[in-house]
């Protein structure tokens, strides 16, 4: 099973911006969809950002228009650039093979983002 290693988050000032980056152990061209998710405080973990093999992308609402998701097959990599980060996207970020909407991968330690305002 591909293991995923998240990396990329911090402390950052609300307006501000991050990259993510979640490496794969293994080819990530066998899975058709990946995502990033979240898990603020308190909250159950969901699903922010997903990208399918074609390159087509789906975003929550609540990040639409500030966060872009992308692949590097070359590298095994996804990424999760953040823009115009707000106080509300503090969590742990999470990256997981998806099947449709649906997690199927085994969850890496994912990587905290702290934004202050």
């Known amino acids: 099973q591909v293991q995923l290693v998240e990396s990329g988050g911090g402390l950052v000032q609300a307006g501000g911006s991050l990259r993510l980056s979640c490496v794969a152990s293994g080819s990530i061209l066998r899975f058709n969809a990946m995502g990033w998710y979240r898990q603020a405080p308190g909250k159950q973990r969901e699903l922010v950002a997903r990208?399918?093999?074609?390159?087509?992308?789906n975003y929550a609402d609540s990040v639409k228009g500030r966060f872009t998701i992308s692949r590097d097959n070359a590298k095994n990599t996804v990424y999760l650039q953040m823009n115009s980060l707000k106080p509300e996207d503090t969590g742990v970020y999470y990256c997981n093979t998806l099947i449709g909407t649906t997690a199927f991968g085994s969850w890496g330690q994912g990587t905290q983002v702290t934004v202050s305002s």
């Open positions: 990208i399918i093999t074609g390159g087509s992308t």
